[in-house]
């Protein structure tokens, strides 16, 4: 491979030493550094003059300085005359698009109760020919995060909540990438904030190439969503291996954050399948939730493990028996407090990738020959 510079951020370096290896080739030479005052500093040791320039950076660690890194050195390329500048970043940050906003205590804010809303319509209505005028009392509402979900939805108002995700992607756009690479969009729709070509890989093949060679009689498990939002994922992945499905649905407003299980799990051996896992509060209870509707065993395969808090000792203390994440993010840290947890590698699918787009070949082909994962 000619005229291409694969540049690390500092936020997974071993993911790039690890693609770099795939394809035979040296990282590039930078030096990525903080000022006295912590703005960021970047130094590129390598001529990128017409070359395909990939920048891996995923979104973890220190997300906010790993994006500005990033930023700066899509920037950095650009101005030396790159020929073209692809960003690699497995697990995109800012890309987690709630449908609601959640109070403190984790209740949904979807509209505002009906006591409430008669108060604000109360400060703002006229008064009628004939009625006299009340002085009005000083009512602040200013904290509309505090107020409880109402199982009324016959209202209009919704809480506003900001997303920066469509910032993000106009940043990285302006900064001056060509093309974005990344993996299990926790929202696929947030490709559209992009007028750049983005192309968002599917963990689907090595998934399943680790149930295959790695869990014993795997067409006899049930393959199981944590919640209704991974149903297509977790039925596409049983398709594939011919397995039976089950969904662990959740409902926080109408049953106080309940969670039932659709489907059979007694005597089973239950995969459950997401692609985030964070506070590992959905993942832990939904495990619980299958042993005691009669689950003998309890694996979880996740993409993108963030594991934040005390994530850790909630795996630790659950009924989980392995947890399998991918390594988009860096998980020495987390394999060292938790033995349950087993990696399995992303960076042959990423290798790929980076080959067919700097040789102009199909990227969505590749899923057709999935031989190159099973080495």
Request: proline share 4%; glycine share 4%; with cysteine.
């Amino acid at each position: 491979m000619k005229n291409i510079v694969i540049f690390s951020g500092s936020s997974h370096p071993h993911l790039t030493d690890l693609i770099c290896k795939q394809l035979d080739l040296v990282p590039g030479k930078c030096n990525l550094s903080k000022f006295s005052n912590q703005e960021t500093n970047v130094e590129l040791f390598e001529s990128v003059r017409e070359k395909d320039i990939f920048i891996v950076q995923s979104g973890c660690g220190h997300v906010n300085d790993n994006l500005i890194e990033l930023l700066i050195m899509i920037s950095a390329c650009k101005i030396t005359s790159a020929k073209r500048i692809v960003c690699v970043i497995p697990s995109f940050p800012y890309s987690r698009l709630p449908n609601s906003p959640y109070t403190k205590n984790g209740n949904t804010i979807s509209r505002i109760p009906e006591s409430e809303k008669s108060k604000l319509l109360n400060l703002t209505r006229k008064p009628e020919h004939g009625e006299p005028i009340k002085q009005k009392k000083n009512v602040s509402i200013t904290n509309l995060g505090e107020i409880p979900a109402s199982n009324d939805h016959s209202g209009t108002y919704k809480h506003w909540t900001c997303r920066a995700g469509n910032l993000v992607a106009k940043m990285i756009v302006e900064a001056g990438a060509d093309n974005i690479i990344t993996m299990d969009l926790h929202d696929p729709q947030f490709q559209g904030f992009f007028d750049i070509p983005v192309d968002n890989l599917s963990s689907q093949l090595l998934i399943a190439k680790y149930i295959k060679m790695n869990i014993p009689d795997y067409q006899q498990a049930v393959i199981t969503s944590p919640d209704a939002g991974g149903a297509k994922r977790a039925t596409a992945l049983a398709e594939l291996l011919k397995m039976t499905v089950a969904l662990v649905h959740k409902d926080r407003v109408f049953h106080n954050d309940e969670m039932s299980l659709v489907g059979d799990v007694k005597d089973k051996v239950c995969i459950i399948i997401d692609d985030i896992i964070d506070t590992s509060s959905t993942i832990t209870r939904a495990a619980q939730l299958l042993v005691n509707n009669g689950a003998k065993k309890i694996y979880a395969i996740i993409t993108h493990a963030i594991l934040s808090g005390d994530a850790i000792q909630k795996v630790n203390d659950s009924c989980i028996d392995e947890l399998i994440v991918s390594n988009s993010i860096p998980q020495d840290e987390h394999v060292k407090a938790c033995t349950k947890i087993k990696v399995f590698d992303i960076a042959p699918l990423f290798a790929e990738t980076i080959r067919r787009i700097h040789n102009g070949e199909s990227v969505s082909t590749q899923y057709k020959n999935s031989d190159i994962y099973m080495e």
